[in-house]
């Protein structure tokens, strides 16, 4: 596919282009709200989609040398080929995972399944990774509302219809819930939601082309960013949640953007991940891929970014620079967000296994083969490691799995 990239800078709140050609008639904030304003919950959630507002995807726990199956749990059926929900930690030891059918499960490290839950009617169900704050589990689903659902108890708290589909994964900062929003015209937007009460308190009027994206947020440099199917990365002032600029790609920016030093990184169906300034959204560097990239990066303290390829690679970026360090064919599509840990990085692939490489080398350590396409993110626990799959054939589950020290 040919690139295409173009840099809209300073795009500010009167700005009369209409990206899109939709801007007029798209939905405008029901009032102002400040985001840092004092609030009795929580400034940070304890657990959401590359593990913070960064969407870095990298964890302070290493992983086993070798792993055996624990259990598996069916929970995915349907057939859309995004990639699914990731299993994240409760504060006591469970874990929340989010299925394509629209449930909602608490589940034991013993796999118990503590509570079940229902998001969303629509097919597809749930896609987008749950966030936990607040002793609450907030997640959006296909049929375009936000849900919070008592992590205790399972029990619904509020639901907020926010558009027509909601296929990305939810942010929460400090009492409020940001999320990327489809609807049919002018096709998508972001929201942000009260995560106490549901109550919408902004919504952007710019339009999107149907986002899947995860929000990033990064404080140090007063940015809240979003990809979308449209091919742009946009970027917002944050907290003045005012437009910033719009960086423009090939292809759709379907994973979450990750953040690191002053730089966005993302992939892009264009075959390439990028490298662009926070500040003024040019672009630092650009690496080829041999095909789309739709996983969602993991950075290392060290400056590595992990991400995958539909041509089956996992690579090894300098963050800053943009330079390989490695690369690892897994033999199929890498779709899902990567985990990083101290010294290994975990991707799940298509060709139905999930993969713990050495981040120094890219040498695999282990590889755990189960039924279907691995495409949740990983999650790392001090022990055990947790993925999901999609439904391996027509009339049989994708499960979720536990892998354990062998």
Not at 112 to 139: D, F, L, M, Q, S
Not at 237 to 251: D, I, K, S, V, Y
Not at 310 to 320: F, K, N, P
Not at 379 to 399: F, K
């Amino acid at each position: 596919m040919p690139r295409r990239r173009r840099f809209l800078g300073a795009l500010g709140a009167g700005a009369a282009t209409a990206l899109g050609g939709c801007l007029a008639t798209a939905p405008r904030a029901t009032h102002a709200f400040d985001p840092l304003a004092e609030t009795d919950l929580q400034e940070h959630a304890s657990a959401q989609l590359q593990g913070g507002l960064r969407n870095r995807g990298y964890v302070e726990t290493a992983i086993p040398s070798a792993v055996a199956l624990d259990w598996s749990l069916p929970v995915n059926r349907g057939d859309h080929t995004a990639a699914k929900a990731s299993p994240v930690p409760t504060p006591d030891g469970d874990v929340i995972i989010a299925a394509d059918t629209g449930t909602v499960r608490r589940v034991a490290p013993d796999g118990t399944v503590r509570w079940g839950a229902t998001a969303g009617v629509a097919r597809r169900g749930v896609h987008g990774t749950p966030a936990i704050a607040n002793g609450t589990v907030y997640v959006g689903a296909y049929d375009g509302v936000l849900y919070a659902f008592d992590l205790a108890s399972g029990e619904r708290r509020w639901h907020r219809p926010l558009g027509d589909a909601i296929g990305s994964s939810p942010v929460y900062y400090n009492g409020v819930v940001y999320v990327a929003v489809e609807y049919y015209e002018p096709s998508g937007s972001v929201a942000a939601v009260d995560a106490a009460t549901g109550d919408l308190r902004w919504m952007d009027s710019r339009p999107t082309h149907h986002p899947h994206s995860t929000i990033a947020i990064d404080r140090t440099a007063g940015r809240l960013l979003v990809g979308s199917n449209d091919g742009y990365c946009y970027a917002w002032t944050f907290p003045g949640l005012e437009r910033a600029w719009a960086f423009e790609t090939g292809g759709a920016i379907k994973g979450p953007v990750a953040v690191h030093d002053g730089l966005a990184v993302f992939g892009s169906w264009d075959g390439h991940v990028y490298g662009v300034d926070l500040a003024d959204g040019s672009e630092r560097w650009a690496v080829e891929t041999g095909a789309d990239v739709m996983s969602g990066p993991a950075v290392d303290p060290d400056g590595t970014a992990y991400v995958g390829s539909h041509d089956g690679h996992v690579y090894a970026l300098d963050a800053t620079t943009g330079a390989e360090r490695w690369r690892y064919d897994t033999g199929g599509w890498v779709i899902g967000s990567l985990r990083a840990t101290p010294d290994h990085v975990l991707a799940g692939s298509y060709d139905r296994a999930l993969h713990a490489l050495d981040a120094a080398d890219g040498d695999l350590t282990w590889r755990f083969a189960g039924d279907g396409r691995a495409t949740s993110a990983p999650l790392v626990t001090d022990d055990a490691c947790y993925y999901a799959e999609r439904r391996p054939r027509e009339g049989e589950p994708g499960s979720l799995y536990r892998l354990v020290a062998d």
